[in-house]
C-alpha cells in the first residue's frame, strides 16, 4: 500500500543553517506530493506541493523536488530562522487507490537564536 | 469564509461515554476527513466522505462513525469511548476529487480516563 517515510526528529538548529528534512515514498499509482506545517497549538497548513515528477515546490523559502527516479521528496531551506519552528509533515495523495492522503510521522523542528 | 471549523477544542470523557465532535465547512467542498493525530504515528485517517450521503473508512475507523446530511458538516461520534482513543483529532476538507489542497481545522483534543 501507499505510506509516507520521513526523517525521525527532533532536529535543532541555529538560526541562519540550511535545513534538509527527508522524505520517501511508495505509492503505487502516481501521487501528488505536499508538505504540511503544523505550529503550536495549531492545525497543519499546506506548506508546498508538486504534482507530478521533477516539479519543484515552494514557499516562504522552503523547496522540495518531486524526485520520481528515488521516490523522494526532500524538504530544505537554505536559512532557517526561529519562527519556522513547528513539526512538518510529509504527505502524499494516490487517488488512484480511492483514498486520500497519507501522512509520515512528522519531524519536529526547533530554530535557536 | 471561516475555512473549517471543529467543536469543543477540548473534551474529557470517561471510558464508555458517548460524545459527537463537530466539524463544519463553508468553502462548499466536496470531499471532508477526518483523522487522528498521535504522537509518533503522524496523522491517520478515521472516515472520509466523498459527498453528501457517502462515506467510507479509513484506515482506523474502530470505534467511531460518521455521517454527512449536509454539504457542510460532517460530525465523528464516539460510541462508546475508550482510553485507547485519546488524541488530536483533526477535520479537512478538499475541494474536488484531484489531487489539491487539504484545509485543516484547529483540531479537538480528547482525553478519556
Known amino acids: 500500500g501507499d505510506s509516507v517515510t520521513q526523517m525521525e526528529g527532533p532536529v535543532t538548529l541555529s538560526e541562519e543553517a540550511f535545513l534538509t528534512i527527508n522524505c520517501t515514498y511508495t505509492a503505487t499509482g502516481y501521487p501528488s506530493l505536499f508538505w504540511y506545517v503544523q505550529y503550536p497549538g495549531e492545525g497543519l497548513q499546506l506548506l508546498l506541493k508538486a504534482t507530478k515528477a521533477d516539479d519543484k515546490g515552494s514557499n516562504k523559502g522552503f523547496e522540495a523536488t518531486y524526485r520520481k527516479e528515488t521516490t523522494s521528496f526532500h524538504l530544505e531551506k537554505g536559512s532557517v530562522q526561529v519562527s519556522d519552528s513547528a513539526v512538518y509533515f510529509c504527505a502524499l495523495s494516490d487517488w488512484n487507490t480511492g483514498n486520500q492522503f497519507y501522512f509520515g510521522t512528522g519531524t519536529s523542528l526547533t530554530v535557536i537564536p | 469564509n471561516a475555512g473549517v471549523t471543529q467543536t469543543p477544542k477540548f473534551q474529557v470523557l470517561k471510558t464508555g461515554q458517548s460524545m459527537t465532535l463537530q466539524c463544519a465547512q463553508d468553502?462548499?467542498?466536496?470531499?471532508m476527513s477526518w483523522y487522528r493525530q498521535d504522537p509518533g504515528m503522524g496523522l491517520r485517517l478515521i472516515h472520509y466522505s466523498v459527498g453528501a450521503g457517502i462515506t467510507d473508512q479509513g484506515e482506523v475507523p474502530n470505534g467511531y462513525n460518521v455521517s454527512r446530511s449536509t454539504t457542510e458538516d460532517f460530525p465523528l461520534r464516539l460510541l462508546s469511548a475508550a482510553p485507547s482513543q485519546t488524541s488530536v483529532y483533526f477535520c479537512?476538507?478538499?475541494?474536488?476529487?484531484?489531487?489539491?489542497?487539504?484545509?485543516f481545522g484547529p483540531g479537538t483534543r480528547l482525553t478519556v480516563l
Open positions: 468553502m462548499n467542498h466536496e470531499y
Open positions: 479537512a476538507s478538499t475541494r474536488d476529487r484531484e489531487p489539491d489542497t487539504q484545509y
